[in-house]
Each structure stands twice: as C-alpha cells, then as structure tokens.
C-alpha cells in the first residue's frame, strides 16, 4: 500500500469514465460505458445482478484494468500517476476483509498502518465511535454480526480519508439504526467534499442523499431522469428504454 506521503502528492475533485469496456473471453460485462462526477456528489449505480456494477466499481477502484476507454482521476490516469491514485480511493466489497482473529481495533489500526496512516490511534478511536463499537473495540471481529463487521469494515475503508469512495453494497446486514447512521455517513462524505460510488437494489434507503442516479443493464448505461416520480419509478422506467449510454 502507498505511504502518506504518495496521497500528500496527489488529489483531485472530478473522476471521469469514458467510453470503458471490459470483456471476459466471448462475455461483455461492460460496453462504452461514460459518465463523470464531481467532489461534493454521490452517485447511485443502479442496476439488476450481473449488470455489470462490481466490474465497473473494480475499474474505478483500479483493482482491474478496462478492455478499452479510459478513466481519469482529475487530469490523469490509473496508469501515469499509479500508487498516488490508490491512495486516495477507499473501497468497501462483498469481501469485508477484515481479520476474524484481530480485535476491531487491531484491525482498523493493520490497516491504518497499510495504508500509510501517521499516528493511527486518533483515527482508529474516531472510527470505532462512529461504526458504534466503542465498547466492543478490544473484542474478536470472529464474534460480530454480520451487521457490526459491515460498521467496522466501512470505517476501515475510510481510514485514510479517500477522495474517491466506492461503495459496494453497503447497506447489506444493517439493521434501522446502523442504516441510518450510514446515511449519514454519506451524506458526511459529501459535504466534506469526496467523490461517492454507491451500487445498491436498496433504492429506497439511498433516494434521499443521492445527487444522481445511472443504470447498468447488461454492461450499458442508462440515466435516470431527475425529478418526477420517486427512484423506484425512475429506475424501472430507465430500464424500459432502448439504447442505452449516457455522456
């Protein structure tokens, strides 16, 4: 993982997808894919199972490299300003990766230490206060609820404070009260200025701190039509259109 320093060098405010494909052999997962979001802005990304969401959120994430087309993080690349760019994204998956055998704590302050983090201590008890796990802190991450390590494993996703966030289903196993605790969260990360990813089917929960909204269906992008009728009514409509690929 880069050092402190690497993220010191490098920001930016405007992520920036165009025209990304991405195949698997014969299989298309994405085709031409364009769109781009501002600091200050969280994107929902909509779409049925096997769309093309984790795909497209791993390119982001720079974990896999596209077919063709090209993201920008600002004015560059992945590939020209390399670890810098890393750096400066956090991203929460399926795979939580958290260690069951390490306490919250130790886990939150391995990864802090990855990621370059200077005197992790502060950051690691601000995090365990916000996921709610003060208390539990110096216990085994093996004994949490799925709903507790999902707390744990988005704060260890944000620990070295990404300009670039991508969520992957975050709302999976939370229960009223840590969902509307993340809803907050988000809408924290907005305003704090960082460029926010969300895929979810949980439409109704995210409708309210959304800035927009686009659909995937079968590897082509759709836009959600802003206004009018609720999210759920937009998407589905969205879904109904021939075509497809925004930007």
């Known amino acids: 993982m880069p050092a402190a320093?690497?993220?010191a060098s490098f920001d930016f405010d405007h992520l920036v997808v165009r025209d990304v494909s991405r195949?698997?052999?014969r299989r298309r997962a994405l085709a031409r894919v364009s769109f781009d979001c501002g600091a200050g802005r969280l994107l929902a990304l909509l779409g049925p199972n096997g769309a093309g969401k984790?795909?497209?959120l791993s390119i982001l994430a720079t974990l896999s490299a596209p077919s063709s087309g090209e993201v920008r993080y600002g004015a560059v690349t992945a590939r020209e300003a390399g670890s810098a760019v890393r750096a400066r994204i956090g991203v929460l998956g399926h795979d939580l990766y958290l260690y069951p055998e390490l306490?919250?704590?130790?886990?939150?302050?391995?990864?802090?230490q990855l990621a370059g983090v200077r005197d992790p201590e502060p950051r690691v008890s601000a995090a365990l206060a916000r996921a709610g796990l003060t208390e539990r802190g110096d216990d085994l991450v093996g004994r949490f609820s799925r709903g507790m390590r999902q707390r744990l494993a988005l704060e260890r996703a944000l620990l070295?404070?990404?300009?670039l966030v991508l969520l992957d289903e975050p709302f999976t196993g939370l229960d009223d009260g840590s969902t509307r605790a993340l809803l907050d969260r988000l809408d924290g990360l907005r305003r704090e200025g960082a460029?926010?990813?969300?895929?979810?089917?949980?439409l109704d929960v995210i409708e309210p701190v959304i800035?927009?909204?686009l659909v995937l269906r079968e590897g082509r992008l759709w836009?959600?039509?802003a206004g009018g009728p609720g999210l759920r009514a937009r998407y589905r409509a969205a879904l109904s259109r021939e075509g497809g690929n925004v930007g």
């Open 5 to 7: 320093s690497a993220s």
């Open 23 to 25: 195949h698997f052999g």
């Open 54 to 56: 984790s795909t497209l």
């Open 103 to 112: 306490t919250a704590r130790e886990n939150l302050r391995f990864f802090g």
């Open 160 to 163: 070295h404070e990404p300009r």
């Open 195 to 202: 460029i926010v990813v969300v895929t979810t089917h949980d």
């Open 211 to 213: 800035d927009e909204a």
């Open 223 to 225: 836009a959600v039509e």
